[in-house]
């Protein structure tokens, strides 16, 4: 099993911004897409966003114009920048490798209104 290990997450007030980290432990990384997830109490959990190898984006709906996903593959990590933050994006954000059902142990998103 891979090791993937987020991190940036916070308390925030409505319309600030956070940058969320994901390490992955693989030597193939590279070659990998990667997507951020996030799990809001009581709901399902949700895609946000994802790239691929050549960096290729999608993104949800709700984070269109908000949220960047990008990537670093020397440093094995992708990353999620998020402006103008809203109470609804609060919930843990996990990083994963698409195909796979392995997840990180998350970090805590907060946007307080």
């Known amino acids: 099993q891979v090791q993937l290990v987020e991190s940036g997450g916070g308390l925030v007030q409505a319309g600030g911004s956070l940058r969320l980290s994901c390490v992955a432990s693989t030597s193939i990384f590279s070659f990998l897409t990667m997507g951020w997830y996030r799990q809001a109490p009581g709901k399902q959990r949700e895609l946000v966003a994802r790239i691929t190898t050549s960096s290729s984006t999608y993104y949800a709906d709700s984070v269109k114009g908000r949220f960047t996903i990008s990537r670093d593959n020397p440093r094995n990590t992708v990353y999620l920048q998020m402006n103008s933050l809203k109470p609804e994006d609060t919930a843990v954000y996990y990083c994963?490798?698409?195909?796979?059902?392995?997840w990180g142990q998350g970090t805590q998103v907060t946007v307080s209104s």
């Open positions: 994963k490798i698409d195909r796979d059902d392995y």
